[in-house]
């Protein structure tokens, strides 16, 4: 509720004074103790006729009913006099408070069928505030007649504080016995606000027993008419300031027209975060190591479902604060395309087709499946081209050419519209191409709207529509970067720049018209959501807070972690452990810190498992598991080198668990921010080396969230199994993998190259030499790497010689399990433009990729077991991006490739892939 900003001391004053002589209602509605004084209501019997009296001032019988929830009326008063008439014979405390509001509307009752009677509305007005005519316009209304259009107190009474009454006399309505009246503002005037002070209704042989303010029935609020007639209605009665209020994150209520206030920020890239305790999964990187999009969307299903009981719980106390709506800022879809970058570890990996499967499985998990009602709104972010570095994002103009845009940074965000339907996208904060992208009509309209169809609502990045104007400087001020943002179809900000809207609207930069546009869009998700219908219709409104943090959840975060880990390098099957093993040493910062599980973006966790306490938990009492943090994450310090060193020589193992944690990488201010080499902490790295001098067997285990150049590592560690940040069952899974109770499977969504020195300039956003699909150079572990504690073997590809244009593509492998134990295994098919050397040219200048991932799947073998697994390759996926960036046939041969990982000639004795070519034919004509 907002009151004029002089009006505060005022109501202050007068709160007190009416609670010291009590002759008043009052409720405190701020920390500041500003009130709302409630007007009162009293009936007197006059001979044969009965008075009811309403009054912001005089003595007070009682309140209305529904008082503080029917409207956005609000308590003006003074302390000074009102010149009245003599004839008035009304107090003056009467006139000393206005109720006021953009509607206010009253409904009495009659107590007796009134059939014939007549009745006379006294109705009482000073202007309070307002020092001028035509400031403050309104319509009067009793039982739907207009009966005094166009009012304007001042003008008509003669003056501020002088008292004006108006009378009229009726017939008691229709068989619904009632007499409405009603204050209407009028719009386009400098206070739209319709204002009275005091209403008397006499009942000639009847008694008008009731008094109460109503909320006025409107078409939106009828949950069987169409989403956008509704939308359409409601904002049709909103005012401009109104607008503007629901164009910020945090959206004031409207409660006259029962429109409560709604904060639209909430996170939940793995888990829902920062509303409390909540089941907390792999981080997003982790989750992209399952290449299991059947268990991502369980894991989006499980979050929605958390996110939903969050809010209804909140609801259901009163709560609109931050973090518990259901407009949820995940997927993070951006392409991880150099590994410096400190928030790589919230999105999917490099490949854009990976990225997007994970992106639409995600988006559909946390939307639901419901035909009318959204469980929660996904949003795709950062819309577009934005990959660090996070220091300069606020300032930073990637410049990619149309071939990249296309070919790598779009994709993603194209599949999260056109098959996940995803309802929100957040715009980024750099600019592209010389335009911020939050104010690019290219991104915001031509790409997202005008080409894919997309019909949802956009929300920038927190303090990108300020970077316009103020870091960007492509608009002078916030109210012109406003209007460039708005018109672009940025519709909703995560700062308070958009309240420059309204000197915006006033400059002419905006019209009034392009902002409903945006409000439409932000209340048809709110609909969308049933926020404006009855519970009971809602399905999703009966998902109890029992689900959060449920031991189902959190078995299905055990289930995830152990499926997103990466089994590196198993010299001599190190691996697994033997559960006999006597004495194991766990060394290392990571090993025993529960915060380093939950990456960054997360919930808070009611019981994080350890490594340590993972492995304790595994062993129980048939083990001594010691502990030893040796050194921190990074540093100089070697002070911790000694213990660590005694505890590995008493031990029959040495598990080191290393790696980096949110101070080493991470968001802008968050303390990690971008790296500057790819190296494992040095300190770390010295550790590492100390411990592999006692000769202990060790087993490393590295807890990330980006690619490590572990180059020392892979050639003197026997056993390398890389955990991401595995969420709140690391522990557990870990110790599962270690000791044999789970074959690993994971694989690797992103390139771990040997050194940064093999990469371009961490600011030049070219593709060129960046990700498997670019990078010519040897890496340490392809991207789609990892091992198996078994073996497999593939045959029997089966794929046609040639394809026509715009036909699909059935291809076909079997895959058997030849090792000794039970696995998972990651069935990956990739193309490849032929012959592959040398590489053929997209256009001259610009190299096909290397390879296309085209499909993956995971399938579960028992020993000996086989399985045939079966793609379909889409036209699409023939198709590549040209100069301008269209997508084109460009007809010849293909190389596709059927495996457990990339097809490489250095890993060929490991992958056991298959690989025919194929012929892709000519468009032709009138097809």
């Known amino acids: 509720m907002y009151f004029r900003e002089d009006q505060v001391s005022r109501l202050r004053r007068t709160f007190l004074r009416d609670c010291a002589i009590g002759n008043r209602i009052a409720f405190a509605i701020s920390a500041a103790c500003t009130a709302l004084l409630v007007c009162g209501v009293r009936a007197e019997a006059q001979g044969q006729q009965a008075l009811i009296r309403i009054s912001c ?27 009245r008439s003599a004839a008035d014979a009304a107090p003056e405390s009467v006139y000393q408070h206005e109720r006021y509001g953009t509607n206010i509307a009253y409904s009495f009752a009659a107590s007796a069928p009134p059939a014939g009677k007549s009745y006379t509305v006294r109705l009482h007005f000073a202007e309070l505030y307002d020092d001028g005519a035509g400031k403050r316009i309104q319509n009067v209304i009793i039982n739907g007649k207009t009966m005094l259009p166009n009012l304007d107190v001042f003008a008509e009474a003669g003056g501020k504080d002088k008292a004006l009454i108006k009378e009229f006399e009726g017939i008691v309505p229709g068989p619904d016995k009632t007499i409405e009246i009603e204050f209407a503002a009028v719009p386009g005037h400098d206070d739209a606000y319709a ?10 042989g009847f008694v008008p027993t009731a008094a109460s303010v109503r909320i006025k029935h409107y078409p939106f609020q009828d949950p069987s008419l169409p989403t956008a007639a509704r939308v359409e209605d409601l904002v049709s009665h909103l005012t401009l300031r109104e607008k503007v209020g629901q164009m910020r994150y945090t959206a004031p209520g409207i409660t006259r027209l029962g429109i409560p206030s ?22 997003a990187i982790g989750l992209a190591g399952t290449w299991d999009t059947a268990l991502h969307f369980q894991v989006a299903t499980a979050i929605s479902d958390e996110a939903r009981a969050k809010y209804n719980d909140a609801i259901a106390h009163d709560n609109h604060a ?6 949820f800022w995940s997927p993070n879809i951006n392409i991880f395309r150099d590994p410096r970058w400190g928030r790589g570890q919230e999105t999917y990996g490099e490949d ?49 050419s149309a ?16 098959e996940g339907h995803v309802r929100s996208v957040m715009g980024s904060y750099n600019s592209v191409d010389g335009v911020p992208a939050c104010a690019s009509p290219f991104l915001l309209q031509q790409t997202l709207r005008d080409k894919w169809g997309f019909d949802g609502y956009v929300v920038s990045d927190c303090g990108a529509i300020s970077d316009i104007a103020y870091n960007h400087h492509y608009a002078k001020d916030a109210a012109e970067a406003s209007a460039d943002a708005v018109k672009a179809g940025c519709d909703l900000a995560c700062d308070d720049a958009y309240g420059a809207l309204m000197d915006a609207v006033n400059r002419k930069l905006i019209s009034e018209l392009e902002l409903d546009r945006a409000v439409k869009r932000l209340f048809t998700a709110r609909f969308q959501l049933g926020m404006f219908d009855p519970p009971a219709m809602v399905h999703y409104a009966s998902i109890p807070l029992s689900v959060n943090d449920s031991p189902t959840h959190r078995a299905l975060a055990g289930k995830v972690a152990r499926e997103s880990l990466v089994l590196l390098k198993n010299e001599h099957e190190v691996l697994p452990l033997s559960k ?8 290392g910062p990571n090993g025993n810190d529960s915060g380093v599980l939950l990456g960054n973006y997360n919930g808070d966790t009611s019981h994080g498992v350890t490594i340590l306490e993972g492995i304790q938990n595994k062993l129980g009492a048939s083990a001594t598991v010691s502990y030893a943090q040796g050194c921190d994450i990074k540093g100089g310090s070697k002070d911790g080198f000694a213990a660590a060193l005694a505890l590995a020589q008493k031990s029959d193992v040495v598990v080191a668990v290393l790696g980096l944690n949110q101070s080493a990488e991470g968001e802008e201010g968050s303390g990690g921010g971008d790296r500057t080499d790819l190296n494992l902490p040095g300190v770390q790295e010295d550790l590492l080396e100390a411990l592999a001098a006692t000769g202990k067997p060790i087993v490393l285990v590295l807890l990330n969230g980006s690619a490590l150049a ?82 497999f073997k593939y045959t029997h590809l089966s794929i046609p010689a040639t394809v026509q244009a715009g036909r699909s593509v059935s291809v076909q492998a079997t895959v058997t399990n030849i090792g000794l134990r039970a696995g998972d295994e990651v069935v990956q098919l990739y193309l490849r433009p032929a012959p592959s050397t040398p590489l053929r040219e997209v256009y001259p200048g610009q190299p096909m990729p290397r390879l296309c991932l085209a499909g993956f799947q995971r399938v579960q073998l028992a020993v000996g077991q086989s399985k045939t697994v079966k793609f379909s390759i889409s036209p699409q996926q023939w198709l590549l991006v040209n100069k301008q960036g269209a997508r084109s046939l460009q007809p010849g041969s293909w190389q596709v490739y059927v495996g457990g990982m990339q097809p490489s000639p250095l890993l060929a004795s490991q992958a056991g892939f298959l690989s025919q070519r194929i012929s892709v034919g000519s468009i032709k004509k009138g097809s």
């Open 352 to 400: 854009p087709y990976l990225t997007g499967r994970f992106g639409v499985a995600f988006i559909q998990g946390m939307q639901g499946s419901d035909p009318k009602y959204l469980k929660v709104v996904a949003t795709a972010k950062h819309f577009a081209v934005h990959s660090g570095p996070e220091a300069l994002r606020h300032v930073f103009d990637a410049q990619p």
């Open 195 to 204: 204002a009275i002070n005091g209403i008397e209704v006499l009942g000639n």
């Open 403 to 418: 071939y990249d845009l296309n070919d790598t940074y779009l994709p993603a965000f194209e599949a999260a519209v056109k």
């Open 57 to 83: 001032g005089g003595a007070a019988a009682g309140k209305f009913a529904a008082d503080t929830l029917a409207s956005d009326e609000h308590i003006y008063a003074v302390t000074e006099p009102i010149v």
């Open 580 to 587: 006999s093993v006597r004495s194991v040493a766990v060394i």
């Open 262 to 283: 709604y904060n639209w920020w909430n996170e939940a890239l793995h888990g829902v975060a920062r509303a409390g305790v909540a089941t907390v999964f792999p981080q």
């Open 322 to 327: 931050i973090y518990y709506g259901l407009d």
């Open 710 to 791: 572990i180059n020392w590592a892979d050639v003197h560690i026997p056993a390398i199994l890389e955990a991401w940040y595995p969420g709140e069952e690391g522990g557990a899974a870990i110790a599962d993998t270690l000791f044999g109770d789970f074959n690993p499977s994971g694989r690797l969504p992103l390139t771990f190259y040997r050194s940064a020195n093999d990469l371009p300039a961490f600011t030049d956003y070219a593709m060129k030499s960046r990700t498997y699909r670019y990078f010519g150079g040897n890496p340490l572990y392809p991207f789609g790497y990892g091992l198996s504690y078994t073996k």
